[in-house]
């Protein structure tokens, strides 16, 4: 089995290693306390795909108590749930980016930042803290039988299973090496862990202290969880497939058949299954003794970081997902899944001439998706802190790396700089007349960039931090992350004016903003990726 994965490190890209030291966090209650977004200047505001609460969903873990705590890789968040009605925000972004997670007895929360290659805790009196870092690609996390010990695996870069001091007190210790991506696992009663092994597609016995691996079963397609039921069953999670195994006594059964995108799972006292989805934003309840399932929350948008038209419909990067909406009904269908159809995490999204353009921030790639097909074209890896990117008329393709503040140029020959000394630029679009226009959130200004020769010359100022933008005829549509606010810029004398304020964007904005999106379909309809809220808004003249 053959698998390809960008050669960068998480933690190297932008070079957003952030510490538990540096931010000052902001409240989960604060955070949530927005004004309703309104229209200004003669434009009216409704709502096309209403919000959800979680913004893609990775880890899950369970509490004495029975609450869920789900952890979000892209929105950098952990979220808590008693009843899949009321969603509250335990660890807001930057600090909050969980993989896997563990509750402690004493109820803390233990984490892995795959990202950053650190193991984070947060305590009981709300004080959060590094216990681990420099394990590049922590993803696995799982307490000893006893609750006392603590272990964690690496996977896409690195490949061992270590012992982590749950209080952080010692340094973590390598146990064993090689093993081939260990991803979501979990102990059983023999004081054994249970894995998957991604890459291998394989489910693996792990005595952590003899450091010996078995393989009890192989010919899986990219396993991503194993838990051990109450019977000292085996299940699995197999991503691409959506499958649900189940293995005892060296037989194997599928128990439900779910949507492809599966990450993980939990099991509840009474032996059914929570199972997440990161493309979906979702978690299922499954029985598996009858195989029914129901879904217990499902976002509409599971995290819609970009947006932009396509004819009669809005594509949509939803982070793992690309899926398209109906502009005037609102309905959804999804256009490429995660895992199976090898698209990686989007932070941008861009459309020309039948081909999706999508930027991957985090893994450092550019990939080009033919919309009629269905099929990622090509995929440009290295590309590091590629925040948007575009394909301009002639075929050519730009991206900004907003942490270098660079326009570069993606050739088959690798890349050449266009442009130098922007400040942290987040957005670029093709003018058309062989420039283009990038959006900077260090200097809350559009500059449009000349192709040829790289000069530069100012469009508009005071525009906040803008995070993406969307060319009219006439004019320019600017998210605005840092205020929430959608601005029109005039196009023949850079006059600005308000369109809307107090919008729910900007959900990621450490270092710069990295969420939320705008699209125009003419001079007086203004799509909006509504970040904070995973919704669609549309704002009419």
């Known amino acids: 089995m053959k698998v390809k994965f960008p050669s960068m490190a998480f933690r190297a890209v932008c070079g957003l290693a952030v510490t538990a030291a540096a931010i000052q966090v902001q409240s989960p209650a604060a955070a949530q306390q927005r004004q309703p977004p309104t229209a200004v200047g003669g434009w009216h505001l409704h709502l096309l795909v209403p919000p959800s609460s979680f913004h893609t969903i990775n880890g899950l873990a ?21 009843d899949f009605k009321r969603v509250e925000t335990v660890v807001p972004p930057p600090l909050g980016q969980a993989d896997d997670l563990v509750v402690m007895p004493d109820g803390a929360l233990i984490w892995t930042v795959i990202r950053d290659g650190i193991v984070r805790r947060r305590d009981r009196n709300g004080a959060i803290r590094d216990i681990a870092t420099g394990i590049a690609g922590v993803n696995p996390i799982a307490l000893s039988p006893d609750r006392r010990r603590l272990f964690v695996g690496q996977m896409l870069y690195g490949d061992s299973l270590w012992e982590v001091d749950p209080e ?10 090689g093993i081939g991506w260990l991803n979501g696992f979990a102990f059983g009663k023999d004081g054994r862990l249970y894995a998957p092994i991604y890459s291998k597609g394989e489910v693996a016995r792990i005595d952590p202290d003899k450091a010996t691996v078995e393989i009890l079963a192989s010919g899986f397609e990219h396993p991503t969880s194993v838990r051990v039921g109450r019977d000292g069953s085996l299940f699995v999670l197999e991503s691409p497939t959506g499958d649900v195994w189940r293995l005892k006594g060296g037989k194997r059964q599928v128990v439900a058949k779910l949507p492809t995108g599966l990450d993980n799972f939990v099991v509840r006292p009474d032996g059914s299954l929570l199972i997440s989805n990161m493309g979906d934003g979702s978690i299922t309840l499954l029985d598996p003794a009858s195989g029914r ?4 929350m499902r976002a509409r948008l599971a995290f819609p970081v970009d947006l932009a038209v396509d004819g009669s ?22 256009v490429l ?10 932070t941008a999204l861009s459309v020309a001439h039948g081909k999706a353009v ?13 919309i009629a097909s269905r099929r990622v074209e090509n995929t440009v890896r290295g590309v590091e802190g590629a925040m948007d990117a575009v394909r301009t008329r002639d075929g050519r393709l730009f991206a900004v790396l907003a942490a270098k503040g660079e326009l570069v140029e993606l050739t088959s020959g690798g890349r ?6 922007l400040h942290m630029p987040v957005a670029v679009e093709d003018a058309g007349d062989g420039t283009v226009l990038v959006a900077e959130s260090g200097s809350g200004s559009l500059t449009a960039v000349n192709l040829a020769d790289g000069s530069s010359r100012v469009v508009a100022t005071g525009l906040g931090k803008p995070r993406a933008i969307a060319i009219g005829s006439r004019g320019y549509a600017v998210l605005d992350a840092g205020t929430r606010r959608i601005w029109w810029v005039d196009k023949a004398s850079g006059k600005l004016s308000l369109v809307a304020r107090d919008m729910p964007v900007g959900y990621l904005r450490e270092p710069f903003p990295r969420s939320g999106g705008i699209a125009l379909a003419d001079d007086s309809t203004i799509y909006v990726a509504a970040d904070a809220d995973n919704a669609v808004y549309v704002l009419k003249r």
């Open 62 to 82: 369970l509490d004495h108590r029975g609450n869920i705590y789900a952890g979000s890789v892209s929105g950098a968040s952990i979220f808590r749930t008693s």
């Open 168 to 177: 952080g007190r010692k340094p973590a210790r390598r146990l064993v090496e």
């Open 293 to 296: 399932s129901k879904p217990l």
């Open 313 to 334: 419909r809005l594509l949509v990067a939803d982070t793992y997902t690309l899926r398209s909406v109906d502009r005037t009904t609102g309905a959804i269908t999804d």
């Open 337 to 346: 899944r995660p895992v199976v159809s090898g698209l990686y995490p989007a």
């Open 358 to 370: 999508l930027s991957s921030e985090m893994l450092g790639a550019v990939q080009l998706v033919d």
């Open 416 to 421: 050449q700089v266009i442009a130098k000394g």
